[in-house]
């Protein structure tokens, strides 16, 4: 939610600046802007739209400077347009800031600068931020580090910020609250910050992760500085980043949401591995161990998320429910930190998320933590927020997943979720022997199953042609398949602006078949197992009002595949791991209705890939 890139060294600051930006774009592409300091000049250019737009605007203007700030917008204040994109000038044109976050009392802080004479160009709260600094630093004579740290003792809200000022152009202030920065070391005395490591991975593998309320201040070939909003200096933590650069690229793939697909047989390996023997019967999540037993005494474990980390968690809850008999509830963490929530110390909740960034994830896991709950987390970004404030957690090992819309996460979450309900049930006792090493051993082939369906993709994207007009779709499911239905109803709207729902399948006749006809298209879940003759009357249900039937279903179906219009079989698999393999099919039906429909894939309209703003 805003990428925001930063350089100062020996380096020319403009491709470093405009390459992350583009790493960053998933962040946010309604604008995007760059401000480079050159010889006792402040240049500044923005433009609407895509990171692109920008390159093509800027090529016959002055890109030099060996220092600058760039930034892609997805827009919260201010509609998305030339004159609120980042970075905002000072009045007197001195200072340029980028803001990714919220400026909460951003309204009382304009009154009071209005009040003074200033008049303000743009609607954003960044350009507030950027009037307040410089006010400070007129009026007290302050440089502008100090400057930045008395405005933001004034600030209520989110924020990674960094700043430039052409008067003080041989430095750079960065400082975060709630909202991700990370700073690069450089080799040469140079640095690099971005909101994620994805742009600095090319220059340097050494990183500080900022924290809440951390100022930086930066000069090319000194040391790093680091001060608390209180003005005390600590030292920064330098680690080293895991990431690898071929991660980031799209790998001959034509989308990156293609490639993510494809990787699932290596991502789903990448998150087991080394976390489980099927032949000698154990599982361990490291990670979390010392917390397993306080899970199997806890009230009840509370799973908190949003959007597809939350339909995993739904999985979740039908995993840890019925393998490891614990009581849990799934709920939206935007709703569970407004409600008031009786949470105890007896209360474990677990935070899943892709990126460790979603604000609302983030709060409501701090309220929980203030109330006392153990509080957990499953998250892929190494070194994000969710990772940091959790008393532990388990990473997700999916790599760097840069389509916005997230499928190798899901699969990865799913994958997580399953072995701890796995370990917790062995240790409770709920689970033999026998079934715990054959639940370990499907697991395993998951990889190679999901291979298998992936390898079904001629046979999906004939099926994606005949329904790439649709204008609605039911997406229905029972069990743990529910939620498969919820994540292919969410992957078909997001990317290909086609009105979906999914629905536990025996919900339908509480009122959406009254939506049915021969326009709309079903796809049902209808693999083998405990709900498989009920889902069958519910695709009769369907048929008999005209709608057509897309069923998923176990290899060798007979049933089903008697009546539906079309079916994509999936290898047979233990009821519990169907959630792993359902939602293969559903992704790729959704990406290629997409391309058809020529839609952004990657980068879908009004979305960014890591929501920093409630
Ligand atoms: C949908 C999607 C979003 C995210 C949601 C939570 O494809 O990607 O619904 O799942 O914004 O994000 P994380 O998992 O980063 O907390």
Not at 14 to 41: H, Q, V, W
Not at 114 to 142: H, P, Q
Not at 565 to 576: A, Q, T, Y
């Amino acid at each position: 939610m805003c990428g925001i890139v930063a350089y100062i060294g020996h380096k020319e600051a403009y491709p470093i600046i405009i390459k992350g930006l583009k790493r960053l774009e998933y962040r946010g592409y309604d604008s995007a802007g760059i401000a480079l300091l050159n010889d006792g000049s402040l240049n500044v250019y923005k433009k609407q739209g895509k990171v692109a737009n920008l390159e093509e605007y800027s090529s016959d203007k002055d890109r030099g400077g060996h220092s600058g700030i760039g930034h892609t917008r997805w827009a919260t204040h201010g509609e998305p347009n030339d004159i609120n994109a980042h970075p905002h000038l000072s009045e007197d044109e001195d200072l340029a800031i980028i803001h990714n976050g919220i400026i909460e009392n951003y309204d009382s802080i304009k009154k009071e600068l209005l009040s003074k004479g200033y008049t303000f160009k743009s609607d954003t709260d960044t350009e507030v931020l950027c009037y307040l600094i410089n006010d400070i630093r007129k009026n007290t004579g302050t440089k502008l580090g100090e400057a930045v740290r008395l405005a933001l003792q004034q600030v209520i809200g989110a924020y990674a910020i960094v700043v430039i000022s052409k008067s003080e152009p041989d430095k750079i202030i960065a400082a975060r609250k709630s909202s991700p920065l990370v700073v690069g070391i450089g080799h040469e005395g140079d640095f690099y910050l971005a909101s994620d490591a994805t742009p600095i991975v090319e220059y340097t593998k050494r990183v500080v992760y900022m924290n809440d309320e951390e100022i930086a201040v930066l000069r090319a070939g000194e040391e790093m500085k680091l001060y608390g909003i209180d003005d005390v200096e600590k030292t920064p933590y330098v680690q080293e980043l895991e990431l690898h650069l071929e991660a980031l690229e799209k790998g001959g793939y034509d989308h990156f949401m293609l490639k993510e697909i494809h990787e699932q047989p290596r991502s789903i390996e990448d998150c087991f591995r080394g976390r489980m023997n099927a032949e000698k019967g154990w599982v361990s999540l490291g990670g979390i161990k010392e917390y397993e037993q306080k899970m199997v005494n806890a009230n009840r474990i509370i799973m908190i998320a949003c959007g597809t980390s939350w339909h995993a968690c739904l999985v979740g809850e039908y995993l840890f429910e019925d393998l490891a008999r614990i009581n849990v509830e799934v709920e939206y963490a935007s709703e569970f930190r407004y409600r008031n929530p009786i949470i105890t110390e007896n209360d474990v909740v677990i935070a899943v998320s892709q990126s460790g960034e979603t604000a609302d994830t983030l709060a409501a896991l701090e309220l929980a933590k203030s109330k006392g709950a153990t509080i957990l987390g499953i998250c892929n970004v190494v070194g994000s927020s969710i990772s940091r404030i959790t008393d532990a957690g388990s990473y997700t090992h999916a790599g760097p997943e840069i389509g916005v819309a997230s499928t190798k996460a899901f699969t990865a979450q799913v994958t997580v979720l399953t072995l701890m309900a796995l370990s917790l049930a062995k240790r409770k006792g709920t689970i033999s022997e026998s079934e715990f090493r054959t639940k370990l051993s499907e697991l395993e082939a998951i990889p190679q199953k999901v291979q298998q369906i992936l390898e079904k993709n001629d046979k999906i994207k004939y099926i994606a042609a005949q329904y790439q007009n649709a204008s609605n779709a039911l997406y229905l499911g029972r069990g743990s398949s529910f939620p498969v239905a919820l994540e292919g109803a969410l992957k078909l709207k997001e990317i290909s602006y086609i009105h979906a729902e999914g629905y536990p399948a025996a919900e339908m006749k509480h009122g959406p078949i009254a939506l049915i006809d021969e326009e709309m298209p079903v796809f049902v879940i209808a693999t083998k197992g405990t709900s498989y003759e009920k889902v069958v009357s519910n695709i009769q249900e369907v048929k008999a009002r005209k709608g057509k039937i897309i069923a998923i279903v176990t290899e060798g179906d007979v049933q089903v595949t008697a009546i539906a219009d079309h079916v994509i079989e999936i290898p047979e698999v233990d009821e519990h791991l169907v959630p792993l393999l359902a939602t293969i099919p559903f992704q790729l039906l959704s990406y290629h209705i997409a391309v058809m429909r020529k839609c952004n894939v990657d980068q879908p309209r009004n979305l960014a890939k890591s929501v920093t703003v409630e």
